[in-house]
């Protein structure tokens, strides 16, 4: 990549979105996840080679969420403050010693402390590669998050897959090779750090925005409001993707009896549905409101999710498909929805959202684990495919771009 492309600003020039950035935080976002998704894909065979139970396995992804969530908001609320272009490559570093030391765990204990750097490592990398998506949107937020998020989901998508590639058959020591894209995300990171930097420097020399802390029309009380409504529907979401996530091939297993790679390619399947559906979420939503979208991602999934439980196993992966399809496009119109209620605080916001959302798939997990191990796998979806009806507390939200248009209206116009 050349030095002038490097040099180009055109999104603190004007409304022209930086395409070759978004498309290269998306990439970077990719790599994060891919190692991210490498936990849940070995999971099986974990479960094996140590003996585990649902419950432990249940607490290697709550251990790993946890990391990656407790520590975003703070380093959302530093960055906002001091942006950190460093900490990109930086949160890499992270996940690649997480995934050396899980390639060569001995126990159950190494492999909880491997998790968690890794965990280390995306609560570095959000909040910031977020603020470079919004830095380079160009005004189209909701476009900038759907590209920075597709990227990311189509690492978890792809993580499996290449884990039943190359770890199911040859064994743990294989988590290594990851090692490899770990690698190149600190490069393509340390590029994406400079182009940052530069931009920082020229907004800092513009001036920072100044307003409002909160959107127009809302007081304090009706954001705060809105941010518990949109945490609520993060909470249903995320739940339900921990089931999905980390035990839809056991109960593939359990229910049908494919073999565990078979279950690895259904996984596949609706981590592949859920990166095309979040492309879909943040043009919608800059097109029809996100508010709009919300609601039907969120709501719109249960009848599919409800259904799903009770059907064969062709029927069981098309469902899956269509609920990962649907639901996956809220979390981009809700990011970018919490970032309209709180302008100027793209760090925290993102490391909020990002925060909670791998701790309620933590949680999740470790609650779903141990209701599998009481009752049974097939009981645990059973369950949790009423989670998608909370979205109908999405009317509770207030119509942030009707009150925007009407600010701007009723504006004195500058002469």
Not at 217 to 222: P, Q, V
Not at 384 to 402: H, K, N, R, S, V
């Amino acid at each position: 990549m050349s030095q002038s492309s490097l040099r180009a600003t055109p999104s603190l020039q004007g409304p022209q979105t930086v395409y070759p950035i978004l498309f290269a935080i998306s990439f970077s976002h990719m790599l994060n996840d891919v190692i991210q998704s490498v936990i849940p894909a070995v999971y099986p065979m974990l479960k094996e080679n140590y003996a585990l139970t649902f419950t432990q396995i249940g607490i290697i992804t709550l251990v790993f969420q946890l990391t990656a969530s407790l520590l975003q908001p703070f380093v959302g609320l530093y960055t906002d403050k001091h942006p950190t272009p460093r900490s990109l490559p930086l949160g890499m570093l992270f996940s690649l010693t997480g995934l050396l030391f899980l390639a060569f765990a001995s126990d159950y204990i190494h492999i909880l402390l491997s998790v968690s750097l890794i965990g280390m490592g995306s609560s570095v990398f959000h909040p910031e590669a977020s603020r470079v998506a919004h830095l380079a949107s160009g005004g189209k937020k909701g476009l900038a998050q759907s590209i920075f998020q597709v990227g990311g989901n189509a690492g978890s998508a792809g993580g499996p897959l290449l884990a039943a590639l190359i770890v199911v058959p040859f064994g743990q020591r294989y988590i290594g090779w990851f090692g490899v894209i770990a690698f190149m995300g600190m490069l393509l990171l340390t590029y994406v750090g400079r182009w940052y930097q530069q931009n920082l420097q020229l907004k800092s020399s513009k001036g920072g925005a100044t307003g409002s802390p909160f959107a127009p029309g809302l007081t304090k009380n009706r954001v705060m409001v809105s941010v518990i409504i949109l945490l609520v529907l993060i909470f249903s979401k995320y739940f339900y993707m921990a089931s999905m996530s980390s035990y839809f091939t056991f109960y593939l297993i359990d229910k049908f009896g494919v073999s565990v790679q078979q279950s690895q390619v259904y996984l596949f399947a609706f981590l592949a549905a859920v990166a095309a559906g979040t492309i879909l979420g943040g043009p919608l939503g800059d097109r029809y409101g996100r508010k709009l979208i919300i609601w039907v991602s969120i709501l719109g999934a249960a009848p599919f999710s409800l259904l799903l439980p009770h059907v064969g196993l062709g029927m069981t992966v098309i469902l899956a498909v269509i609920v990962g399809l649907i639901i996956s496009s809220a979390f981009s119109a809700i990011l970018v929805y919490a970032t309209d209620l709180i302008p100027g605080k793209v760090g925290m916001i993102a490391g909020l959202f990002f925060g909670f959302a791998f701790g309620m798939g933590g949680i999740g997990s470790a609650v779903l684990g141990w209701l599998a191990d009481r009752t049974s796998i097939a009981y645990v979806f059973s369950i949790c495919a009423y989670l998608p009806l909370l979205g109908i507390i999405t009317g509770f939200l207030p119509d942030i771009e009707g009150t925007r248009k009407r600010s701007q209206i009723s504006a004195p116009q500058k002469p």
